[in-house]
């Protein structure tokens, strides 16, 4: 990165001028300085290139016989024109290519352009050439020289990218668009923040475009919100007084933009920064007063105020928390109704704590597909053969497919349907994580029939908490966890609870977050209880303890050290506290790295675009992955059942003051909550409540009349159970007590 610029090395003053003034900027790719040019409109191109020329030869010998060469939105500048001539705006940036030859830079970049072109023309091109092209450009970047890395960005820069996404936003292809350059704006953001200077004049020039294409569309404030998201340059890299001016003027008119979405009508351009700020401020506050009044626009608004606190006002940023914080109620009502798929909302897991479980589930659905009604993938298996078989096709389905959904069939039996597909998703996750003796604790009291112990791909850390789940460091078939992160996919797509919740500690691996000694507390006890005593000064003098652990591999279990020469390192009191640090580093995350990070993969296949499984988890905490894949804890309301039960009515309906209805629900009221629970997966196929129990499930519960059979039936798919007019209370219960015993509620066989 070039050192800063003196205050007045960057300006290429104009002696006089007899034309109007057209100032711009100029970045020089071969050294990144910018310049400030002050030029008048009837100058020539090449009289500037000449004065550029004398000023930078005092500083680079034999710059004077370098070739120089203007390209301003990918089209390089004819010398003998004049500045009027070549559509230049006020203030934008110019580039200044030095050399005679192009970078061999170039074809990443004209191809990405030529796609985009081609898209523009509509000639056939798949949705994912433009993504794959820039997964490309951006992997290409050479780091392992930082000078070519800088002219490899450079280069793009200078390209006509910006113009040629803008023009593809404004064509019929706005979709493509859109994910195109929510695309390119992630991998920007991705960028190590040294090379922001490089990267922030495209995004303002993709800014510009945007508003002059489609002012009124989120996109463009999306992009404005990038950038000032990666304006830390101007205070973390020390660019040059060209680029922090550059920066400056550009966030000053950003922040005149927020205000006035905000509905503030008192800014004025020569307000300090910290003026500007006073009114944002004052301005988010006066928005969430009224909750009925806010907009999708108060969104992107909000994002861009946290964006210029982060960057430009850190030390103000309690002030915007204090002022979030007494309106969370408003806050999370804008984030449920207006945040939507496809934008990226990772900038609101700094607030997180400000939002409820309700608005954060909302942010972490965004980022999985929504199931369709047509073209779903279709699973077919044997049911005693169920876990071989969905694992095969799981696994051997593009996640393009799985994306649509799935609908599942039993072979050889009948049902069809939702029904059956959230049976399906139900048994196969008891088969990929529960163990025999998590079943056994399920059935309670009841006998169960000695089954021989299988290993699974995931295990309990501790007796006591059976439904917290770990990678089984033994278990080395890594697909299998892949197939584990799709099915977890699948179970979100398909709002299903399936009772599966994760360890803290693989909760916080996957979250790409660090695992502290508290955190293995509920499921580590011992182990907790042990470390912890060592910190506290406890227990040297029995324990000959060195930095090794013992770690399991398949089925055999080495000692490894836990850093160079552990095994001749004492542990200490003075340094216990790097022991249990490396200890738990080793223990909950190296030990189990690849089986986590197949695990990841296959649940980031099931996500949406730029979406990976970090962001899912940051979003939530664990309490919400519980509600989430958990369900509700509390139970049945048997009020709550009645309320969200609706009958047929007519000829094949009932009345709710019907005998045969009061008798049916005064049965239930009588069953144990198993039983309830097991008339319930009858009915609907739901194994596990949502959070919010009853009342939360996706549509009303139905009861038909149904004549000339002994036996209930139901349709799962459409939530309706089939109910014969029985004669006698009596008659009733027997019957519904047999379609609730734990074989007869399970599959469609009473169908």
């Not at 400030?36 to 004077?64: M, Y």
């Not at 916080?508 to 508290?518: N, R, T």
């Not at 409540?689 to 039936?713: F, S, V």
Request: hydrophobic share 40%; with cysteine.
């Amino acid at each position: 990165m070039p050192s800063p610029s003196s205050s007045s090395s960057w300006v290429l003053p104009l002696s006089s001028c007899d034309s109007p003034r057209l100032d711009f900027f100029l970045r020089v790719l071969a050294d990144g300085e910018v310049l400030l040019i002050e030029a008048g409109r009837n100058e020539r191109v090449s009289d500037v290139l000449e004065r550029i020329r004398n000023k930078k030869k005092k500083k680079i010998p034999g710059f004077e016989f370098e070739e120089l060469r203007l390209l301003y939105r990918g089209r390089q500048i004819r010398t003998d024109q004049l500045l009027c001539d070549c559509n230049i705006e006020k203030n934008t940036l110019v580039f200044l290519l030095v050399g005679p030859s192009p970078n061999p830079s170039w074809p990443a970049v004209d191809s990405l352009l030529d796609t985009t072109c081609r898209v523009y023309q509509g000639l056939d091109v798949d949705n994912g050439d433009i993504s794959e092209k820039l997964n490309l450009f951006f992997h290409n970047i050479p780091w392992y020289e930082e000078k070519l890395a800088f002219e490899y960005l450079q280069l793009l820069s200078a390209s006509s990218l910006p113009t040629a996404l803008a023009m593809l936003y404004s064509s019929s292809r706005e979709d493509f668009a859109r994910d195109s350059i929510h695309k390119f704006l992630s991998k920007c953001r991705d960028l190590p923040s040294t090379s922001h200077p490089y990267i922030l004049p495209i995004i303002l020039e993709l800014c510009s475009l945007l508003k002059k294409v489609r002012p009124e569309k989120k996109l463009y404030m999306a992009c404005w919100n990038v950038f000032a998201s990666m304006s830390d340059c101007v205070s973390i890299c020390g660019c040059g007084e060209g680029m922090k001016s550059f920066i400056t003027k550009a966030v000053v008119s950003f922040s005149m933009e927020v205000a006035i979405l905000l509905q503030n009508t008192t800014v004025v351009e020569n307000m300090t920064h910290a003026e500007l700020f006073d009114e944002l401020l004052a301005s988010v506050g006066k928005v969430l007063e009224d909750e009925s009044l806010l907009g999708s626009h108060h969104l992107s608004a909000l994002e861009s105020v946290c964006a210029l606190s982060s960057c430009f006002y850190p030390s103000r940023k309690e002030e915007l928390i204090g002022v979030l914080s007494s309106s969370k109620t408003s806050l999370c009502s804008l984030i449920i109704r207006f945040a939507e798929k496809g934008t990226d909302h990772q900038w609101l897991n700094e607030y997180k704590e400000l939002t409820n479980f309700e608005a954060r589930r909302h942010l972490a659905m965004l980022m999985v597909p929504n199931v369709n009604i047509f073209n779903k993938e279709i699973i077919r298996v044997h049911r005693d053969n169920l876990l071989e078989e969905s694992f095969e096709q799981i696994s051997g389905a593009s996640f393009e497919s799985l994306h649509h959904g799935i609908s599942v069939e039993f072979i050889d039996e009948q049902g069809v349907g939702d029904g059956v597909t959230r049976e399906w998703i139900q048994l196969a996750c008891n088969e990929i994580f529960f163990s025999k003796e998590v079943k056994e604790e399920e059935e309670e009291e009841e006998e169960v029939e000695e089954e021989e112990e299988v290993d699974r791909p995931f295990h309990v850390p501790c007796s006591d908490f059976t439904r917290r789940f770990s990678p089984n460091p033994g278990f080395m078939e890594w697909d299998k966890f892949e197939f584990a992160g799709r099915l977890m996919g699948l179970a979100l797509m398909h709002n299903m609870q399936v009772n599966v919740l994760l360890d803290r500690a693989f909760f916080l691996h996957l979250a790409g977050m660090v695992i502290g000694l508290e955190d293995i507390k509920e499921t580590e006890p011992t182990l907790h209880k042990f470390l912890k005593e060592l910190l506290e000064g406890d227990g040297f003098d029995a324990a000959d303890l060195r930095f090794e652990i013992d770690i399991q591999k398949g089925k055999e279990f080495s000692l490894e050290q836990l850093c160079e020469d552990g095994s001749l390192m004492k542990v200490t009191k003075e340094n216990a506290g790097k022991y249990v640090h490396l200890y738990l580093q080793h223990r909950f995350v190296q030990s189990i790295s690849k089986q986590t990070s197949f695990f990841a993969k296959g649940l980031s296949d099931m996500l949406l675009g730029c979406a990976v499984h970090t962001s899912f988890f940051q979003v939530l905490s664990l309490e919400d992955f519980d509600l989430i894949f958990g369900g509700d804890r509390i139970g049945i309301r048997v009020e709550d059942w009645k309320k969200h039960t609706i009958y047929g009515g007519g000829d094949y309906g009932y009345q709710a003051t019907d005998k045969e209805i009061l008798w049916f629900w005064e049965v239930v009221d009588g069953m144990s909550n198993k039983k309830q629970m097991n008339l319930l997966k009858f009915w609907t196929s739901t194994t596990y409540l949502p959070h919010g129990g009853i009342r939360a499930l996706p549509k009303k519960l139905k009861i038909m009349r149904i004549e000339d059979q002994k036996y209930p039936t139901s349709s799962t798919c459409m939530y309706m159970l089939k109910l014969p007019a029985y004669e006698t209370f009596d008659m009733m219960k027997f019957y519904l007590e047999i379609v609730t015993e734990d074989k007869i509620c399970t599959g469609f066989g009473m169908q």
